[in-house]
């Protein structure tokens, strides 16, 4: 009973953590809401179209993975810069922030602006019509080039709320956020379906509607740094010059260029793995497209417990606090999310066989979705209390246990096996899905032995 006691936290400590997890898991949730509905729109519009964007998502999600990779590594300093109450030490970080920002969306235009093409062919080579295919990937090119004009605005919006995160300032960019979600929903019904004379452009309605709310967010969330420096001191003078002191760059270099390689890796194995399920047909591709939308919907609050904790427990580190209240906290939150991935995952498992059934697609596809919904359903405690362990591990700035957990588990669990299966035996796709995500049950024993460990819990921004 004493064990149990131990995940459980008195008053103020849930009212610390609401605090800051509310306004993120508001957000969350607005915006994946915002991206459901979308998908539902453009779903109602034609399989071929769906599938042509659900690709690029996935294509995209490397990309802003490694914005979130990069950031967090960044992050660690920030949060722990934060504790310490040093704001000159905030300002060179952001700083960085900017840099590497600009460097990853050139780098992601120019390679997707080339590779583009080939990357979406590559899933949807599987069994199906050869037309359905073409297709998809006509509307996909279409959807990606849109797509790309909104990367260098997704990358500063991330570096303004990241900032404002790691400093507990949740409301803002949640405030952003929701107005430019509701002005996207808008859009997206007019531009998709066509509406006051405006024509229908389908997915590529979707994605301009989309181009448009990333300038609305950014607008109010760099708008209101700019305008309250007074409470974000760190914003005066940040653009002044790019000056990062010499041994803080290069700390943030070590400490963050791993975390970065990592997401980069850690994304592309999901990438990948998607791919190795296309291989079994485009109805895999569509009735994926339906699940992963859902699933980021129903993720949202483990990701906030998991944010929090990060931010917390970051700026403990900062004050060095004793390690054995750290491990006290971290438990706190392990039970913060536990508890309501279970009343989460019943309500998943719920939606799994009625929400298919929006799409205007084949009866095979919504069947395959139901099922793949109800193996995430059971799986999703697992998911969740990783997402904390996750976050945890990325706050010490310990870059070789990310990588363990991250990138060379899901590459040597996942994809690898993945791939044997779809290309070498004739396993039916349940099973070959179901197999990859039970390996969470895996990951969770391998999160336990880390977090044991105690290497995660570092000071990283005290210059001796």
């Avoid at 039916?428 to 969770?444: M, N, R, V």
């Amino acid at each position: 009973m004493s064990r149990i006691h131990e995940y459980v936290g008195e008053k103020s400590f849930y009212t610390k953590a609401s605090r800051i997890a509310l306004p993120m898991m508001l957000q969350g949730g607005i915006y994946n809401l915002i991206g459901l509905l979308n998908n539902i729109m453009v779903g109602r519009v034609s399989t071929v179209q769906m599938n042509g964007v659900a690709v690029v998502n996935q294509l995209m999600f490397v990309f802003y993975s490694c914005i979130s990779g990069i950031f967090a590594g960044i992050g660690v300093f920030t949060a722990q810069f934060s504790g310490k109450g040093d704001d000159e030490g905030i300002r060179f970080t952001f700083r960085f922030k900017l840099i590497t920002s600009f460097l990853l969306s050139a780098a992601t235009i120019l390679l997707l602006g080339i590779w583009g093409r080939l990357l979406i062919q590559s899933y949807l080579n599987g069994e199906g019509l050869a037309a359905d295919a073409e297709a998809s990937l006509f509307y996909g090119m279409g959807y990606l080039w849109i797509m790309l004009a909104g990367v260098p605005p997704y990358a500063l919006i991330n570096v303004y709320s990241s900032t404002l995160r790691e400093l507990g300032q949740t409301k803002v960019p949640m405030i952003s956020c929701v107005l430019s979600m509701m002005v996207s929903l808008a859009l997206n019904y007019v531009l998709i379906f066509g509406f006051w004379g405006i024509p229908a452009m389908g997915c590529y309605g979707a994605a301009i509607a989309t181009l448009i709310a990333r300038f609305i967010e950014l607008a109010g969330v760099a708008g209101w740094t700019h305008l309250n420096a007074r409470g974000v001191p760190f914003i005066r003078g940040a653009y002044r010059s790019l000056h990062i002191p010499g041994w803080l760059a290069l700390r943030i270099v070590k400490k963050s260029a791993p975390f970065a390689l990592n997401q980069l890796l850690w994304s592309m194995g999901v990438a990948a793995q998607t791919q190795c399920y296309s291989v079994r047909g485009l109805h895999v591709v569509s009735a994926n497209s339906i699940v992963s939308t859902l699933s980021s919907l129903i993720i949202v609050a483990a990701t906030a417990v998991g944010n929090t904790a990060r931010i917390v427990i970051g700026h403990m580190m900062g004050r060095s606090e004793d390690p054995g209240k750290i491990l006290a906290v971290y438990r706190k939150f392990i039970g913060l999310c536990f508890a309501s991935s279970l009343v989460v995952s019943l309500l998943y498992a719920l939606a799994g066989r009625y929400f298919p059934l929006i799409y205007n697609t084949t009866g095979e596809v919504r069947e395959l979705a139901s099922s793949f919904i109800l193996i995430s359903a059971l799986i999703l405690p697992f998911t969740s209390y990783l997402t904390v362990v996750s976050g945890v591990l990325h706050t010490g700035g310990n870059a070789s246990l990310t990588l363990i957990f991250d990138t060379v588990f899901i590459w040597l669990a996942c994809v690898v096996p993945a791939g044997g299966l779809v290309h070498f035996t004739g396993l039916g796709i349940l099973w070959i899905y179901g197999f990859c995500q039970c390996t969470e049950i895996l990951k969770t024993g391998l999160g336990m032995l880390l977090i044991k460990k105690g290497r995660w819990i570092q000071n990283v921004v005290d210059r001796a």
